[in-house]
């Protein structure tokens, strides 16, 4: 095969699966080498294939594509090569095979679903994603994390036979397999809608998400929050941009977990919630479905994922050195990690969209969208939001790890390759912030919107400063709720606690059904049923005889005597085949007869 | 272990930072009338219309997360 044709267009998702392979056979400095090799490679192929479709096959009588390329998988397949390479550097120091392979193996599948051609290789990815990301999750190795991983398997296998179903209806209905644009009509378009709001954690359907991210390991957090939510966001944008619903659902979707993310204790279930707020206003962009809202909704996912790896990169360091992560066990981190809280701050100011960081140049796109379209109530929700965002992400966040009270820790900072991680991260968020227009360049639609207007950054500012001055009123006033160990029943108690009171009464209910069946039948109706075949044609017999002998004047002895006999032989099956014969010949007599 | 950093261990550095924001927060009320705006919706262009938006969010967010606590709140071990 041509060579250029192999590095231009060889399918990145390929690339880091195959790669997933020789992880484990590698050793030395070898390893580091080839792990930030892959995520290089990939970037190179994605810049280098054409736009169209490649590696195109045939199965069964279907035309599959793995690599369809076009400006908006080519954004999403930027941004999960450099958190794939971000989340290497920061993992470099563990020593587990599991989480790398995992690592790559998923990051292969979320590439894979991006370039997909067709609606098959997407299930397939879609699937390898599912069950890879369990695997960071497992490998926390704790019992938490393993309950944690099965119920995110059983939620993500619920989805993927969503999809599954839709794609079938769509297929047989259709005649193809193509990927593109559908209309929010009939089953087989709700299905796959509910399969990708299932990955894209839309309430109700979004516990799985802070569920299971905080059960996960140090890295594999970081790769769970770049992933699975952001593919969903990459297929809604590309199969229902428009669509009206995800408006409502969006708003809805930045608002719920806000309220969740100010109770909460532990620090990395409130990046969690705030993931999905973020989701949230991509959702809401999708569906309102402009070019500005989908430029904002690519851009604002490129740019979440980075703080948000930032973030999680940062609460991870802190629980990797302390061994803690609840807000009542931290506090006062800053004397000693003095490094570890700046880059944490960057993320925070990046994800509250403060004027210079990259939140700011991405969301307020999504949000200037809802203006032009005057959707009034869904502007004023995502303003709320935005504030709500600043209020738990921006400070809640850093403000119990690093400062607030002091818990008396005493750790150092993390390892170097955590740091740089960190750093390069904190960096390219304040690159994208100062300077967005080479992210501006690669978005779907051309570019229009300016970001910095006076009257922007001023709104922005005030909205996001008043705010943090409620934060301090309500702290010093001691009104603010009080972090406490705790936790908080979201929609999971349905599968959590339901399920498992359903599972407790059918036990009660069946077993005791059971239990009278086998009384009644087993016991006593097989019992007598035994008796009846034992004794019955003897009976019959007797019944029919008795008569005969009384007229035939036989003695009561004699009787029973004969009785007696003809019971014995009968029982035991002994009736000599003269007598059986004739019986059954007059049998058949009397059906003739009496036919 | 190297030297901690102590400057928010001293209440006078405290109230500092505290004044530098309170004193941002004046500045970026002052400024405003002299921004000009066109925003899509008429209230966007009252001068303090976000930072009230702001503020009222983040009260209102607090009441409405309180409410809920007294709802779903349980103790750690719930789930067993």
Redesign the interface.
């Known amino acids: 095969m041509d060579l250029a044709l192999l590095i231009n267009g060889f399918p990145p998702a390929l690339l880091f699966i195959v790669g997933a392979l020789f992880i484990p056979f590698l050793g030395g400095k070898m390893k580091p080498g080839f792990m930030l090799a892959l995520p290089v490679l990939a970037l190179v192929s994605i810049a280098c294939t054409p736009d169209g479709s490649h590696w195109g096959f045939q199965a069964l009588g279907y035309d599959l594509f793995l690599s369809k390329v076009d400006a908006l998988s080519r954004v999403f397949g930027y941004i999960f090569c450099i958190v794939t390479f971000l989340g290497i550097i920061f993992a470099l120091n563990i020593d587990d095979d599991l989480q790398f392979c995992a690592a790559y193996v998923y990051a292969g599948g979320a590439l894979g679903v991006c370039f997909a051609g067709d609606v098959f290789s997407l299930y397939i990815f879609w699937e390898i994603m599912a069950v890879a990301s369990t695997f960071l999750i497992l490998a926390r190795r704790t019992r938490a994390s393993q309950a944690a991983a099965m119920r995110y398997i059983l939620v993500h296998i619920f989805g993927g036979l969503c999809l599954l179903a839709g794609i079938l209806f769509y297929v047989q209905r259709t005649g193809s397999t193509s990927l593109g644009l559908m209309q929010l009509s009939g089953l087989d378009s709700y299905l796959i809608f509910l399969g990708i709001a299932v990955n894209a954690a839309i309430p109700p359907l979004h516990p799985w998400l802070s569920d299971a991210y905080p059960e996960a390991t140090v890295a594999g957090a970081v790769f769970l929050s770049a992933f699975t939510t952001k593919s969903a966001v990459y297929l809604m944008a590309r199969m229902f941009p428009g669509t009206e619903l995800l408006i409502w659902l969006g708003a809805g979707m930045t608002t719920i977990p806000?309220?969740?993310a100010?109770?909460e204790n532990d620090i990395r279930r409130v990046l969690a919630y705030s993931l999905i707020n973020q989701v949230g206003f991509m959702m809401c962009g999708i569906g309102i479905g402009t070019a500005l809202a989908i430029n904002g909704t690519v851009s604002h996912a490129f740019c979440h994922i980075l703080y948000k790896a930032l973030l999680f990169m940062a609460a991870g360091s802190v629980l990797q050195v302390t061994g803690k992560i609840r807000c009542t066990d931290l506090g006062g981190l800053?004397?000693?990690m003095?490094l570890t809280c700046l880059f944490c701050l960057v993320g925070a100011a990046s994800i509250s969209a403060f004027p210079l960081f990259s939140g700011f140049v991405s969301k307020s796109m999504i949000i200037?969208a809802a203006?032009?379209d005057?959707l009034?109530i869904v502007?004023l929700v995502l303003?709320?939001a935005s504030?709500?965002v600043f209020?738990h992400a921006g400070i809640k966040v850093p403000f119990f790890m690093f400062?607030g009270h002091?818990s008396g820790i005493?750790v150092?900072e993390p390892p170097l390759n955590m740091l740089i991680a960190m750093g390069l991260g904190a960096f390219v968020c304040v690159l994208l912030g100062v300077y967005p227009y080479p992210l501006y360049a690669i978005l779907p639609y051309p570019v229009e919107y300016v970001p910095y207007t006076?009257?922007h950054v001023?709104?922005?500012?005030?909205?996001?400063?008043?705010?943090?001055?409620?934060?301090?009123l309500?702290i010093l006033s001691g009104?603010?709720?009080a972090e406490?160990?705790?936790?908080?029943?979201?929609t999971d108690w349905f599968y959590?606690?339901l399920s498992r009171r359903l599972y407790s009464s059918s036990d009660t209910i069946l077993n005791r059904v059971n239990r009278v069946c086998e009384r009644v039948f087993i016991q006593e109706f097989t019992g007598k049923l035994a008796t009846w075949a034992e004794n019955g044609a003897a009976r019959l017999l007797l019944i029919l005889m008795l008569p005969l002998w009384t007229l035939m004047r036989l003695s009561e002895d004699r009787k029973t005597q004969i009785s007696s006999r003809i019971s014995t032989l009968l029982k035991e099956g002994a009736v000599p085949i003269g007598i059986s014969l004739a019986g059954v010949g007059l049998l058949l007599c009397g059906l003739y007869l009496f036919h | 272990m190297k030297k901690e950093l102590t400057v928010f261990d001293k209440p006078k550095n405290v109230n500092r930072f505290l004044y530098l924001f309170y004193l941002s927060l004046v500045a970026l009320l002052l400024i405003d009338p002299f921004i000009h705006k066109h925003g899509a919706f008429g209230w966007e262009d009252v001068p303090g219309f976000f930072a009230a938006y702001g503020f009222v969010s983040c009260v209102v967010l607090i009441f409405i997360a309180k409410l809920l606590r007294l709802w779903v709140r349980r103790d750690e071990n719930y789930y067993g």
């Open positions: 806000i309220f969740y100010v109770l800053y004397k000693t003095p200037s203006a032009y005057k009034i502007w303003q709320f504030a709500g209020h400062f002091d005493r150092k006076g009257a001023v709104g922005q500012l005030q909205l996001l400063m008043f705010g943090a001055l409620a934060f301090c309500l009104y603010y709720p406490m160990r705790a936790i908080n029943l979201d959590r606690s």
